[in-house]
């Protein structure tokens, strides 16, 4: 078995599942054995100041080697630790799937569980390759362990052959990327990169620098209850009111019913009494005129509601959680250029799409180290359906070493 997947069974096996409802950071302290076992095999590579800080960020240097290395801007690979909350992440029993024949694969014969090329047909296009799965009763975490996994061999490769010529590259592993709060107190000035990429896509040659613009919208309902015997004209029902919010937005605006660059309202979460109820969605858009209107809807729908039952009947918090990182990246599109480049000397088509989601680049774009995203080669992430592609994810080690490398050769490649 290669270091590589052994290094990425070995992370699976950490819990490291982040959580929504935790008030410390980062959420769960669990992220931090795993970020402690990163720290020890940086340092048993040979990196010298490896660490692990109070907040849970694992950072890293190796030195350049180059000639003129002072002219070539400072790069970063990211990943991160955490896996979602949809799913549990701990006693994961990955299994590999050699040499994969295209039919079903039966993960689990208790619960029925079958990863299948009817369900997803982008199984077929890894005939003869070589798959991780679950047992289906976890998740796998490829997302983002992949990314972990393959930015510390690039790292293993890179240091054990000095022929391989680089500027200075810096590592981070992060963690609460999942409850979007991953670069809440990453210091981007102390971390000292000019440019970064991100290892938290999925498909093979995928390369994303287009990003949902995200906000959250909570309601509040606050009823009026009465003995039902005698409510007339009088009960007002917070429960009741929330169904009825809730049919107010688009029905074909869900992502069931969107794809590509269309947004869309996620209802998330409803419970309420006649007394009190609370409503929350997501709202995410591509395009920011078009983000800045559907969160006026729900302003809009307050005020329907509070003319229909009065005023201060419903309330809504509107709170912005990130921005598309197109807005950032266009400004240095050498970072694209050269990626594309990389992937195609080594007979990978780039997969240019934008990300319906976010990732810890698009906020660390606008904090000022801009950062667009590559692949892994993980699918179906955050549900027992998951699986990754040893194959895509040696691919993602050498994307990760040719970009160092054309940095270097380039001498100083400067938007």
Same mark, same amino acid.
């Given at each position: 078995m290669n270091q590589l997947v052994e290094r990425f069974l070995r992370y699976t096996s950490f819990d490291t599942q982040s959580d929504e409802n935790s008030v410390t950071f980062p959420s769960t302290s669990k992220q931090l054995v795993l970020g402690k076992q990163l720290v020890k095999e940086l340092a048993e590579l040979g990196v010298s100041d490896a660490q692990i800080d109070t907040n849970g960020y694992v950072t890293a240097t190796v030195p350049a080697n180059c000639e003129n290395a002072d002219r070539v801007p400072v790069l970063a690979f990211l990943a991160h630790m955490d896996t979602s909350p949809d799913a549990s992440g701990a006693g994961v029993k990955p299994r590999i799937v050699h040499g994969y024949a295209g039919t079903d694969i039966v993960?689990?014969?208790?619960?029925?569980?079958?990863?299948?090329?009817?369900?997803?047909?982008?199984?077929?296009?890894?005939?003869?390759?070589?798959? %991780?799965?679950?047992? =289906? *009763? *976890?998740?796998?975490?490829?997302?983002?362990? &992949?990314?972990?996994?393959? %930015?510390?061999?690039?790292?293993?490769?890179?240091?054990?052959?000095?022929?391989?010529? /680089?500027?200075? %590259?810096?590592?981070?592993?992060?963690?609460?990327?999942?409850?979007?709060?991953?670069?809440?107190?990453?210091?981007?000035e102390k971390f000292g990169a000019t440019y970064s990429y991100t290892l938290d896509g999925d498909k093979l040659g995928g390369l994303e620098y287009e990003n949902f613009n995200a906000a959250s919208a909570d309601f509040s309902i606050i009823g009026k209850s009465i003995h039902p015997g005698t409510a007339k004209g009088i009960m007002k029902n917070a429960a009741l009111i929330g169904a009825e919010l809730t049919a107010l937005f688009p029905a074909d605006e *869900?992502?069931?019913?969107?794809?590509?660059?269309?947004?869309?309202?996620?209802?998330?979460?409803?419970?309420?009494?006649?007394?009190?109820?609370? #409503?929350?969605?997501?709202? !995410?858009?591509?395009?920011? /005129?078009?983000?800045?209107? !559907?969160?006026?809807?729900?302003g809009a729908i307050c005020d329907f509601l509070n003319a229909k039952y009065g005023e201060g009947t419903v309330s809504v918090r509107v709170r912005d959680t990130y921005y598309n990182m197109r807005d950032i990246i266009e400004q240095h599109m050498l970072l694209i250029d050269v990626a594309r480049n990389v992937m195609e000397h080594l007979g990978i088509t780039?997969?240019?799409?934008?990300?319906? =989601?976010? *990732?810890?680049? &698009?906020?660390?774009?606008?904090? =000022?180290?801009?950062?667009?995203?590559?692949?892994?080669? =993980? /699918?179906?992430? /955050?549900?027992?359906?998951?699986?990754?592609?040893?194959?895509?994810?040696?691919?993602?080690?050498? #994307?990760?070493?040719? %970009?160092?490398? &054309?940095?270097?050769?380039?001498?100083?490649?400067?938007?």
């Open positions: 993960l689990n014969t208790e619960n029925g569980l079958v990863l299948s090329p009817r369900d997803f047909p982008d199984l077929l296009e890894y005939q003869g390759q070589d798959l %991780i799965v679950t047992d =289906g *009763t *976890t998740l796998l975490g490829a997302d983002d362990k &992949a990314g972990i996994a393959e %930015i510390m061999t690039a790292l293993a490769y890179m240091l054990a052959h000095p022929e391989v010529h /680089h500027g200075v %590259i810096k590592v981070a592993f992060t963690p609460d990327e999942e409850v979007g709060q991953g670069v809440d107190r990453f210091d981007v *869900t992502p069931r019913a969107t794809e590509k660059y269309n947004g869309f309202y996620h209802l998330t979460s409803i419970t309420g009494t006649c007394e009190r109820a609370e #409503v929350k969605y997501i709202i !995410r858009d591509h395009d920011r /005129h078009r983000f800045e209107l !559907r969160k006026s809807t729900t780039p997969i240019i799409k934008p990300i319906r =989601g976010g *990732t810890d680049g &698009a906020r660390l774009s606008y904090m =000022g180290l801009p950062c667009p995203n590559l692949f892994t080669g =993980g /699918h179906n992430y /955050h549900g027992p359906l998951e699986y990754v592609v040893i194959q895509s994810m040696e691919k993602a080690v050498q #994307v990760v070493v040719g %970009i160092a490398e &054309a940095f270097a050769a380039s001498g100083s490649p400067q938007d």
